[in-house]
């Protein structure tokens, strides 16, 4: 089991910055991926940004350049950064991340979400 907690969530205006961490309970550096996912109301849960083991990071198309996804494994903690923020980010924004199992198998796991509202 894999307990993930978020913080850094809020009320901005347009234009604004916030960064969300996600810090989770055990060594991130067994860890395969850390990932952002957003749920805006009435959408689907759609990926925002993840990250591998090795750095390697992946975002969505409507955050690209917006955004930065990056991991502190002394800290077992992921951050996702963002800039110029629209009321079009506005979703609850949950943290997820992929541990190997045995078998080759992976497992994922889930935070209970943080609430990023962007609005004048």
């Known amino acids: 089991q894999v307990q993930l907690v978020e913080s850094g969530g809020g009320l901005v205006q347009p234009g604004s910055s916030l960064r969300l961490s996600c810090a989770a309970s055990r060594s991130s550096f067994s860890i395969v991926v850390m990932g952002w996912y957003r749920q805006a109301p009435g959408k689907q849960r759609e990926l925002v940004a993840v990250i591998g083991s090795g750095g390697n990071a992946n975002y969505a198309e409507p955050v690209k350049g917006r955004c930065t996804i990056s991991r502190d494994n002394a800290k077992n903690t992921v951050y996702l950064q963002m800039n110029s923020l629209k009321p079009e980010d506005t979703a609850v924004y949950y943290c997820?991340?992929?541990?190997?199992?045995?078998?080759?198998?992976?497992?994922?796991?889930w935070g209970q979400g943080t609430q990023v509202t962007v609005s004048s």
């Open positions: 997820k991340v992929v541990i190997p199992i045995a078998g080759g198998n992976t497992d994922e796991f």
